[in-house]
């Protein structure tokens, strides 16, 4: 089973970037997929989460209606748009797997079975 986070850069404060999470060995249709990220010198936090499908979503408070997290069953792969970028949004980005929950209840990374290898984002001021 792997996961392959991409699609992090430098971009400008204000920016945008769309991460993509391409699953693989495994079919992933009854999974839940979240993203996570992880600043220098702090610990790794929540950032979005989506069922399978994307029937349901869940966003941390810090990035609600800036960042849209979707899914698309057909790639197996996991999107995560991310709008109005701003320096503090600088961090390794990871996607990770999850078995069945309600997404409100996805928000710890012991949830999760299996990571990605994460991906860089910076935005400069």
Do not use: I
């Not at 089973?1 to 699953?23: E, I, Y």
Request: proline share 2%.
């Amino acid at each position: 089973v792997q996961l392959q986070a991409s699609g992090g850069g430098l971009v400008q404060a204000g920016g945008s970037l769309r991460l993509s999470c391409a699953a693989s060995g495994r079919t992933f249709s009854s999974y839940a997929m979240g993203w996570f990220r992880q600043a220098p010198g702090k610990e790794r936090e929540f950032v979005a989460a989506v069922s399978w499908g994307g029937g349901s979503t869940y966003y941390a408070d810090f990035v609600k209606g800036r960042f849209t997290v979707s899914s698309g069953n057909a790639k197996n792969t996991v999107y995560l748009q991310m709008n109005s970028l701003k320096p503090e949004d600088t961090a390794v980005y990871y996607c990770a797997a999850a078995r069945p929950k309600v997404v409100r209840d996805l928000q710890r990374s012991e949830e999760y079975d299996f990571w990605g290898q994460g991906t860089q984002v910076t935005v400069s001021s």
